[in-house]
Nanobody, 122 residues
Framework: VQLQAYGGGLVQAGGSLKLSCAAS????????MGWYRQAPGEQRELVAT??????????QYDPSVKGRFTISRDNAQNTVDLHMNRLKPEDTAVYYCNANIHTPAEGSVSYWGQGTQVTVSS
């Protein structure tokens, strides 16, 4: 099982960026997907998560990004996106994709993608 993250980069304050993450593997079932970030000298923190249920997706945002960031997923493609708008310098961090993935061989395991740098200049 692998998680591959894309996107990130350098943007001016007020700008937008999109992060994408794709999960791959055999016989995988994904319920929870999300994005976390870690700024220099800080602990990794939750940005947004999206849980797929039979009745629809349940979404959670950190208060600092609510209203500016939008998380979405494509269950057929096993991807999760994070659209980031009105970016602020304090959003600067390494962003990590995370997914709880079930396989017949290993059961449910939490996987992390490689980090992708987001830098917002003032």
């Amino acid at each position: 099982v692998q998680l591959q993250a894309y996107g990130g980069g350098l943007v001016q304050a007020g700008g937008s960026l999109k992060l994408s993450c794709a999960a791959s593997g055999n016989n995988i079932i994904i319920n929870l997907m999300g994005w976390y970030r870690q700024a220099p000298g800080e602990q990794r923190e939750l940005v947004a998560t999206i849980l797929h249920t039979a009745s629809g997706d349940r979404i959670q945002y950190d208060p600092s990004v609510k209203g500016r960031f939008t998380i979405s997923r494509d269950n057929a493609q096993n991807t999760v996106d994070l659209h980031m708008n009105r970016l602020k310098p304090e959003d600067t961090a390494v962003y990590y994709c995370n997914a709880n993935i079930h396989t017949p061989a290993e059961g449910s395991v939490s996987y992390w993608g490689q980090g992708t740098q987001v830098t917002v200049s003032s």
